[in-house]
């Protein structure tokens, strides 16, 4: 157990729907990172929230957006949904700012099926 | 641009055969490289990490990787491997970009252990 938990476990929607996923990093981490899995395009780093403030941004699509609280917790906002959003969505916690030295701890991720 | 290639999609080996798991990696300056494993079902676990310092880092679950500029690689070792060590393993860069630091994972290589 990471103790980076993600809710729910796994989510059916369709089409054009929108879904928001939530992630509660370890306790005392201030750094929250989403990634996306996918068959095709493997494990992509999404977008990285430090302390409630945006700090990395990678493969995000403009359909998707995310934020931390006050409370450290964060939730990824997924609209629009399409077919190819289908994947498994993680959330990572570290420490540090940038997460250099520190090792990023994953949750267990929520699958999307998008029908 | 910053990537990581696992030429290995799949590896089969005997239990207590020894492994090696490639990773080559692109990156203009000093990488810090990681290897996470992940069993199905779970999350990604971090097996080791290179930042600076001695080439031959050690890891858990009996795991060292080799850190060679000179080949740009970090492969992943274990003399003996064990039936629970069968899962997906991942190679990842840690790197800054225009968009802050991020980590970029191979697409895994997928390892079988058979009796």
């Known amino acids: 157990d990471s103790g980076v938990t993600q809710t729910p476990k796994h989510l059916i929607t369709a089409t054009g729907q929108r879904v928001t996923l939530r992630c509660s990093p370890r306790?005392?981490?201030?750094?929250v990172y989403w990634y996306q899995q996918s068959l095709d395009q493997g494990l992509q780093f999404l977008i990285q929230?430090?302390?409630?403030?945006?700090?990395a941004k990678g493969n995000i699509l403009e359909r998707f957006s995310a934020q931390q609280f006050p409370d450290l917790h964060s939730e990824l906002n997924l609209s629009s949904l399409e077919l190819g959003d289908s994947a498994l969505y993680f959330c990572?916690?570290?420490?540090?700012?940038?997460?250099?030295?520190?090792?990023?701890?994953f949750g267990p991720g929520t699958r999307l099926t998008v029908l | 641009a910053q990537s990581v290639t696992q030429p290995d999609i799949h590896i089969t080996v005997s239990e207590g055969a020894s492994l090696e798991l490639r990773c080559n990696y692109s990156?203009?300056?000093?990488?810090?490289l990681f290897w996470y494993v992940q069993s199905p079902g779970q999350g990604l676990q971090l097996l080791l990490k290179?930042?600076?310092?001695?080439?031959l880092v050690q890891g858990i679950k009996g795991f060292e990787a080799e850190f060679k500029r000179s080949q740009s690689s970090f492969n992943l070792r274990k003399p003996s491997v064990h039936w629970s060590d069968a899962a997906e393993y991942f190679c990842?860069?840690?790197?800054?970009?225009?968009?802050?630091?991020?980590?970029?994972f191979g697409k895994g290589t997928s390892l079988l252990v058979t009796p």
């Open positions: 990572a916690s570290s420490g540090g700012l940038a997460g250099l030295y520190n090792e990023q701890f």
């Open positions: 306790s005392g981490d201030l750094s």
């Open positions: 929230y430090y302390n409630g403030e945006e700090r």
């Open positions: 990156y203009g300056a000093t990488p810090y």
């Open positions: 290179y930042f600076s310092g001695d080439t």
């Open positions: 990842a860069v840690g790197a800054w970009s225009n968009s802050g630091y991020a980590l970029n």
